[in-house]
């Protein structure tokens, strides 16, 4: 007798472990619960099990009719909540960015200008950096901006009134498919996570808690993945970029050829007179650079010129000579 009722014992302890894989099965499929059910019954029916097997086998059973219950109840919320979706117009989102390049004679004033569109127009700024020249005024200037996707359009053209356009592009991306996908899967993992928190309310065996807390915690963290993917969607989608360059503008000076060529005789007097004044200028420019070797010349060489010229001057007619 004693064996007969271990053997039924293993029996019930062997049946309850495959009603709670079916039931974590079901979990991740919403159309196992039927199947766990049906797991429960039959487990129900094979009778002589002792007063745990029993027990095991009502609790399995309990746990079963309450995911089948509230999987009805997700299906039914979500049915009634899909038909006005399924009538309503689809929200494209869209991740929008730009870039524009400027040029200014004043960097730093219209860096300024840029900041109060964005100001304008409900956006911030989320980076910069500047440079400046040798005299401390800012030379270049890169902003990195963010407005609402709806004034994209807006903020772009603003932008580009602000100084001399150099360039700009506009850039779209459309994430719509990856969106609904991604609520999808986030509704879906939030449904399993509360299924699970049943089963390891009811759970009786410490194998069996440790087992179902291993999932839960699987299935947390691919939930907080989804909702960080969720997350950034929702952010760019909402937010445009917009990239600013501003640069100092320097213009270069284009000496146009004068085709016009001067004829006739008050042509040639006007040249002619260019000619004389060209060549005086050249004659006074080499007498003022003689002029100092001039002078040095006078100051020693008329001392000299005198002693010689005394020593050879012939004697006086009324002087006697020796």
């Given at each position: 007798m004693t064996s007969l009722r271990t053997t039924r014992t293993r029996a019930a302890g062997i049946l309850t472990a495959i009603t709670m894989t079916a039931l974590l099965a079901a979990c991740s499929a919403n159309d196992s619960a039927g199947d766990a059910t049906e797991a429960s019954a039959g487990q129900s029916s094979d009778g002589g099990a002792d007063s745990s097997g029993g027990?095991?086998?009502?609790?399995?059973?309990?746990?079963?009719?309450?995911?089948?219950?509230?999987?009805?109840?997700?299906?039914?919320?979500?049915?009634?909540?899909?038909?006005?979706?399924?009538?309503?117009?689809?929200?494209?989102?869209?991740?929008?960015?730009?870039?524009?390049?400027?040029?200014?004679?004043?960097?730093?004033?219209?860096?300024?200008?840029?900041?109060?569109?964005?100001?304008?127009?409900?956006?911030?700024v989320t980076d910069e950096s500047t440079e400046t020249d040798q005299e401390g005024h800012t030379s270049y200037a890169r902003l990195v901006v963010r407005v609402p996707s709806s004034k994209f359009g807006a903020a772009m053209t603003a932008l580009e009134d602000v100084g001399v356009l150099r360039s700009s592009d506009r850039g779209s991306d459309d994430v719509t498919t990856e969106v609904i996908d991604n609520g999808a899967r986030v509704r879906a993992q939030e449904a399993s996570?509360?299924?699970?928190?049943?089963?390891?309310?009811?759970?009786?065996?410490?194998?069996?808690v440790i087992w179902i807390e291993s999932q839960l915690t699987s299935r947390h963290a691919e939930l907080d993945s989804?909702?960080?993917?969720?997350?950034?969607?929702?952010?760019?989608?909402?937010?445009?970029?917009?990239?600013?360059?501003?640069?100092?503008?320097?213009?270069?000076?284009?000496?146009?050829?004068?085709?016009?060529?001067p004829a006739g005789f008050m042509a040639g007097l006007r040249g002619g007179m260019k000619a004389v004044g060209a060549m005086l200028v050249a004659v006074a420019t080499i007498l003022g650079a003689l002029l100092p070797f001039t002078v040095l010349v006078l100051v020693l060489g008329l001392p000299v010129w005198l002693v010689v010229r005394r020593r050879k001057a012939p004697p006086a007619a009324g002087t006697p000579t020796t």
């Open positions: 027990s095991s086998s009502d609790a399995g059973g309990a746990s079963s009719r309450q995911l089948g219950s509230s999987d009805a109840t997700t299906s039914g919320s979500g049915t009634s909540a899909a038909d006005p979706a399924s009538t309503a117009p689809l929200q494209r989102s869209i991740i929008a960015t730009g870039t524009v390049s400027l040029a200014s004679k004043d960097v730093g004033e219209t860096r300024r200008d840029v900041q109060r569109i964005v100001d304008a127009q409900g956006g911030t996570l509360k299924r699970v928190e049943l089963l390891l309310a009811e759970a009786k065996t410490l194998k069996d989804l909702k960080s993917q969720q997350a950034w969607l929702a952010d760019q989608t909402s937010m445009s970029t917009i990239t600013v360059d501003i640069s100092t503008l320097t213009r270069q000076v284009v000496e146009e050829p004068d085709d016009d060529t």
